[in-house]
């Protein structure tokens, strides 16, 4: 509910804005990214950069620098207002946020700890919750109880609301709340003595953990682990590990397809396709009951964006750029 | 050994010995300096240590009032919802230069942990569960050594408590520096020195706790005794040119508990080494001491002993029967005093001989005249005797005088007879002859004796029993007189046996000549016997003149031989004659 609101209110200032200005065309949109795609070529598949084909030409490409899309004169929808998108990639959010505040970037990500420390009045886009934090145990990891004591074990209400700020939401499943409709029916609620109980004489484990912006959460995964009597090491990504913890994204608004999608890319069965909620819930449910994959949150792309950028959201509810009917205003004199 | 290898052996013991003595003095005197000198090395590094770790304190201390003081600190005190500050700490650490740093609520929750974020609404117990120290009594305390839980592991660290308030609300602000690598790389270490840090954070000795080197294994025993007695230590680690002198210093925590203890080594490489080259100056020194002292000794004793020398060559002389040899004095010293002392002894020696030999000499005539009276007086008695019947008879029956004076004249011949042997007997002893030497076998004069005395030994019930060495080498001797010593011999052991007995000749090779041994079972000699038995004119026998024996000497001494006599009362003698 929270978010909803959020993004009504995002969406009211955005139309408050449109109908305040023109539409003109020209200008450069400045993006900046904390991953560095440090690819030779563009990304291909995904969301964000890969939705600038629709409506500009990659002009250059340097990965895990920069690079700059051209508004494309010929594209089916008619041309963007944008002359072109410069994205500077590689850039740590907390940079982006200065960068934002003084002016050289228009559009930035922001973290939980960015919307914590960011300005009152600041414009922002999110998503819906699209984003799912998980565990994911490693096949070998067999033992059924220290993988029910670990999902039980979890505080995710604490990381949450501490180290997520409460973005996003709390959630035991695999597709969000606004995309199933019954994300609620899976408990959340950590049970440490019950956790304690099935954790006795667990062998130690370890956590892998890619992202530098999970790896607190990984943390304080461990030290819940800790309290219920699990040995949790966390490992860099790479090194082979017991569980991971993943960050997978929502692939569509069509639930059956996504979780279709997220059950292969946790590497779990595939599930029945169907479009009854009942037969998508039972068929979650299932995949979930092993707990091979321990769902702990779903979070929103949020972006912060410049005063100067106009004519947005810029952002579908899925996180897609929609970068086609944003202009830039230019600054005043 | 010689007088003067005796001295010499004196000197060179003494000059080793003083050079020894030296290079001890030496030796010893270095290392008390060198101990010292690193004493105070080790006494200056600790200090240094103490003088940091109060400045870290310091330090720490001000900057965590610092961040307590701050706005920060104060709004976040002043919140009720804390989870909005959770990241802050490590912002703060890194802003008061701080390793570690949490914020901490009044009911003793972490708010947030710069040195581990994740621990948010973990409880720091030690923090408040302290009945009897209030939130200021933080601020008084000052910082104090704590061992510090981290994600990776557990460390040591210098922290610092401070209290931020907002009104009647609290939180704790504690902050701190680790104890580590860094800390130690801040001390200004002397050349030939390092500082350690043993960090006593698990249960059990953990090599890997040990910052600042790898010898830990060395270290144990020396750590584990700090950590049983809680009080400094010190003991010398490993040997030779790699050893260390090490000062162990115990690091006490919040409750005194040991939480570290430092370590400042020491190398002895610089001792050792020094010691070495005294060592090596020492044995060289001593070298050049000996072979001059041993130069300078050798000139010396010989400058002493050649007097001594000379002296002993004049005492030799004089026991060769030089009584005359005398001995240039040639210094006024204690050795001249002996010269001047010797000549005075052989001059007295050779006067005394005079006056012995004089007095022997009248000694000897006054036994002759007693034995020619004694050798005369038995047959002149009877002469007198026969003459005065003669005599008689003529005057007083004149019948038989024809009678008595054919008796008488038989017998006056006869007693003149007597006579004429007794003065033949002495004149042969007075006429003994320079020997004639010829290549004598010594076997084959045994062999003619026994065979010469065979009726004589039966008709005395004697056994004859030869000995004869067959390697018996041929001798340069006089025959004549050594048949003459042999048949002496060989009468005295008849004569000592009486009662018939065992006579034995024994011929034996002996250093460079022979041996002759002539041994009866008679009745033995008693030592004052034994003593005068080459007495000329001494005898023991009722019949005998006393010459036999000293003609036997005589003739030995004119071979150059050597004779002498074993006997006991009632065992025999045993005559013993060695020619070469």
Known sequence: ?333 | MTFRTRLLLIVTVAVVTSVCLVEWLVSATTRERFERLETQRVDALVAQFRSEYERRRLEIARAVNGIAASDTAVNIAAKTDYSTFYADAASLAAAHGLDLLELVAADGSIISSAEWPARFGYKEDWLTSRSNVSPLDWLARGAFLRREELPDGVTLAIEAVGVATAGDRLIYVVGGQRLDRAFLSTLALPAGMRALLYRNLQPQFTPSELIGGDDAADLRPLIERVERDKREAGALIGAGASAETVHALPLAGLDDNLLGVLLVASARRELVEMEAFLLKLGIAFASFGIVLGLALSGWATARITRPVKRLAESARKVAAGNWGATVEVVTADEIGQLAQAFNRMTHELVEQRERLVQSERVAAWRELARRLAHELKNPLFPLQITVENMRRAREQYPDQFDEVFREGSSTLLAELANLRQIVSRFSDFAKMPAPAMHPVQLNDIAAETVKLFAPQLEQAHITARTELSPNLRTIMADPEQLSRVMRNLTLNAIDAMPKGGTLTIRTMPHEEGVRLEVADTGQGLTPEECERLFTPYYTTKTHGTGLGLAIVQSVVSDHRGRISVASEPGRGASFRIDLS
């Open chain 1, 1 to 333: 509910m929270r978010i909803s609101a959020f993004i009504l209110t995002a969406c009211l200032l955005s139309a408050g804005a449109y109908a305040a200005t023109r539409p003109r065309y020209g200008g450069i949109l400045r993006v900046e990214l904390r991953a560095p795609f440090e690819t030779s070529d563009p990304p291909q598949s995904g969301f964000g950069i890969v939705d600038l084909s629709h409506g500009f030409q990659i002009n250059l490409w340097e990965g895990g620098r920069r690079a700059i899309f051209n508004a494309d004169d010929n594209a089916p929808g008619g041309r963007p207002f944008l002359d072109s998108v410069e994205i500077q990639l590689s850039r740590p959010l907390r940079e982006q946020s200065l960068d934002l505040e003084t002016g050289k970037a228009d559009l930035i990500e922001l973290g939980p700890n960015e919307i914590r420390r960011a300005p009152a009045g600041r414009k922002t886009w999110s998503s819906q919750p699209v984003r799912i934090i998980a565990l994911a145990f490693n096949p070998r990891a067999d033992d059924a109880r220290v993988r029910e004591a670990l999902a039980l074990a979890v505080d995710r209400a604490t990381i949450w609301t501490v180290i997520l700020q409460r973005q996003g939401e709390v959630s035991a499943a695999l597709l969000p709340q606004w995309l199933s409709g019954y994300a609620f029916l899976f408990p959340t609620a950590a049970d440490l003595p019950r956790a304690r109980s099935l954790a006795a004489g667990a062998k130690p484990l370890t956590l892998a953990v890619g992202d530098p912006m999970l790896r607190t959460i990984a943390d304080r995964i461990q030290l819940n682990a800790r309290d219920a009597g699990i040995t949790l090491t966390v490992a860099p990504s790479g090194s082979p590990a017991d569980i991971r913890l993943l960050e997978v994204r929502v692939p569509s608004t069509d639930p059956a397809r996504s979780l279709a999608a997220l059950a292969s890319a946790f590497g779990l069965p595939e599930p029945p396709h169907t479009d009854s909620p009942e037969a998508l819930y039972a068929a979650e449910r299932a995949l979930l009951e092993e707990r091979r994959v321990i769902p702990l949150f779903h979070l929103p792309d949020v972006y912060a964006v410049s005063p100067r950028v106009k004519g947005g959201p810029g952002i579908s509810p899925l996180g897609e750029w929609k970068f086609g009917d944003l202009w830039v205003e230019a600054p005043r004199p």
